[in-house]
């Protein structure tokens, strides 16, 4: 046998399809801290290979949720993180997960390769080369100090260390607060051209879901510590439909029971509909798949009021 | 050996280093600096001086004279000027002492705040690090790696010392061999500050934990909760037994409980309980006894030793359990 052929005898015969295998799977999540509810029976699951946005109003549960899945914080009800106890289990748990919390928490004090040695000293699935061939993409010097960096450059280390890393989820709890739209869009395409595949899984949290949208293959809307939607991309735009009216047809829009309702030019309105029938839609106007942000508006309509 | 080196508690170990090498070897070298640059400042000052006075200090310090003198010290002349030149060690020890109390007091305060204020935690939760191994790692960073970097620190000033002063003799036509390096015994010494680390650790535990908890519990300033506290509390316990109520010994409340918790991470702070329950003689003519291997043996069979020790583990155990579970929400 030729070592190709051994290097795919090695491999499982088939590999996991997309979804087929949970990463995290959260029973009746609940978070009570002294004066509030943060997560109140949360059901989620999300599976290998995708690149789920959890998204959310603020003070939804987001941040709680992702804590309780890195064992962070302690909670009541089901978590099993690729079948771990995050609460019981974290450092083993930890080799496996990696995690980005918004930008700058890397210490000010350290410099890069001290930073790139210890994580190599710590952690058995660190591979330096690639790490290194990251960061010389960057204009970051070996002895330079994370406080003599920009916070855009904090990021790309934080994120050449992370993607270095050879781990089966990751998790981004809003990871481009506060960076300038070049450093923003270098981001999410790092990740998606040199880190993704299909045996890894992405959890992002983030309020600039424009930015996201077209990366993420499933949806998880948070509310008041519930899960208010659960969805795939593409069940998404079969399900939801936004449609463009005109100032004649807009009663008849209303009568087909849109989620949401708001005023767009010329007069027109824009309806978004929730599992309405394609075909009656299309009389109303011109359909198309809403945006995320648009949908999370329609969702978390009244959330603030 | 290399094994050892390259394990990932020897990286933790390493970033301690790293992050307090400022408080931990720069603070050292600078005290030995001062130490060095104020020997050779009184040895200019003296030249000056004699030069100024038109003094011939060969006749008195001569070669003939000096080595005349040497050859007739007795035993207990030699004795002495080797007790000489341990002190001289110990002067440079003191200092850097003093530099090691404050540095490791304010190190162990930080230990486990500061990354929790610049949120830098979070980046050292997401690696697979448990977080009992993180707060080892700074207790032997406080009681090992600091004392031997002051320990290497004070040596190598005190041969430093030693090299300006031959030179000094050697200016005048003295050999400083015979006089001043035959004589001084500073490995020896060395050894039994390794030695004393181990007994000094034992002794610090209260303190460690102590500190490491308020460094892990607080939202901020640590400083005031872990020195308030115990200071209001041998406040009220004198002001209890002034108004004739039932109170602790204030002698005992004082240095059993308030000083454990606070100073028992100066060096060799164990010397007066021990000389007062062993009778150690440490005002007397040998200072040295104080110290002596016998003494450090003696002070681990006191009862405030192991009873301070197994305190300060179990505040080590809570400061690890909240480092596990505070969570800043």
Redesign the interface.
Known sequence: MNAAAEAIAERPATPPAAGSETVVHARGLTKRYKNAVALDGADFQVGNGRIVGLIGPNGAGKTTALKAILGLTDFEGDLKVLGMDPRRERPLLMREVCFIADVATLPRWIRVHEAIDFVAGVHPRFDRAKCERFLSRTKLQANQKVREMSKGMIVQLHLAIVMAIDARLLVLDEPTLGLDILYRKQFYQSLLEDYFDENKTILITTHQVEEVEHILTDLLFIRDGKVALGTTMEEMGARFAEVLVNADKVEAARALKPIDERAAVFGKSIFVYDSADPEQLAQLGEVKRPSVSDLFVAIMKGTYA | MNAIL?S?F???L??EY??SRRGFLWAQVTAAGVILAITILGIIAGEVFRARMGVNMSVHMGAANLNEMLRSASAHDIDALVKGLDMTLLLFGFISSVVLVFVVFFYLLGALYD?RR???I?????????DTATVISKVIAALVIAPLIAIVVTLAGYIGAQIIVSLWFLAHGVNPFGLLWAHSEPFSLWLHLLVMVVVNAVWALPTVGWLLVWSAAVRSKPFLWAVVIPIVAGVLNFWIGLLGLPNVDTQFFWGNLVGRALLSVIPASWIAPNALSHGVDFVGSDQLAAISYASMAHAFALPQMWIGAIVGIALIAAAIWFRR?R?E?
Do not use: C, I, T
């Open positions: 390259k990932p020897a990286w933790l390493k970033r790293w992050e990354d610049d949120r830098s979070l980046f050292w939760k997401s690696l697979p690090v448990s579970w969570d929400a």
